[in-house]
């Protein structure tokens, strides 16, 4: 079984350009959450699509971002403009609904975000 | 609102030693607390979680962790590391009965496994 894939591993942006980041869930997961590690800091919680839908996305920084679902596959994270603020590793995960108690989550291994 | 501390940034240990990683959480409701590790160029794996029941759990790889609601602590042990245990460790916490994606992460420990 294939695991959460992202894409591109690595980015090198300069300020001001637009970036698109890209997750791949596990097949059949209707969960997909989006997170930032900054260097140095803690990993933030960014978003949680349900298949489609936003459930959450009080993690969102500010509306340069924009995090799509469409057709509850895979998802899509753009940053437009990017700032010098927004280099970090971004990592997507994924789960099934079977209940609170035994959601599982399978990490992908991220996209390392350099704006220069 | 939920937040984590882990107490040390790096822990170096030699092979077959026993090791513990430190976490404390503040929280005014109840949680869900996880441990997770990542190997280098890998995504995050769960090592395991705390959600009710027995204050001691047993996670994969030997980890095991126990919950003190009193102290407000999830400390991660094992007895005997081993090398390929060199990785980073993050702690985290989420709301009780809520999603378990929505979480909120310790800035992580860097665990180093000499032999």
């Known amino acids: 079984e294939a695991g959460v894939t992202q894409f591109p591993s690595h980015s090198v942006i300069e300020k001001g350009q637009t970036v698109t980041l890209r997750c791949d869930p596990i097949?059949?997961?209707?969960?997909l959450y989006w997170y930032r590690r900054v260097m140095g800091k803690e990993i933030k919680f960014l978003l949680h699509?349900?298949?489609?839908?936003?459930?959450?996305e009080s993690g969102m920084p500010n509306n340069r971002f924009l995090a799509e679902r469409t057709g509850g596959t895979y998802s899509t994270l753009k940053v437009q403009p990017a700032e010098l603020e927004d280099s970090g590793v971004y990592f997507c995960?994924?789960?099934?609904?079977?209940?609170?108690?035994?959601?599982?989550?399978?990490f992908g291994s991220g996209t390392q975000l350099s704006v220069l | 609102a939920q937040s984590v501390t882990q107490l040390d940034s790096q822990v170096p240990v030699f092979e077959e030693a026993p090791v513990e990683l430190r976490c404390n959480y503040s929280?005014?409701?109840?949680?869900?607390l996880f441990w997770y590790v990542q190997y280098p160029n890998q995504g995050l794996q769960l090592l395991l979680k705390?959600?009710?029941?027995?204050?001691l759990v047993k996670g994969i790889n030997g980890f095991e962790a126990e919950f003190n609601k009193s102290q407000t602590s999830f400390h991660l042990r094992k007895p005997s590391v081993h090398i390929s245990d060199t990785a980073e460790y993050f702690c985290?916490?989420?709301?009780?009965?809520?999603?378990?994606?929505?979480?909120?992460f310790g800035k992580g420990t860097k665990l180093s496994v000499k032999p």
């Open positions: 699509f349900v298949k489609e839908s936003k459930q959450d």
């Open positions: 929280s005014s409701v109840s949680v869900y």
């Open positions: 985290a916490v989420t709301r009780g009965g809520g999603s378990q994606g929505n979480l909120i």
């Open positions: 097949s059949g997961h209707d969960n």
């Open positions: 705390y959600l009710s029941g027995s204050t």
């Open positions: 995960a994924s789960s099934q609904i079977d209940g609170r108690i035994n959601e599982k989550l399978f």
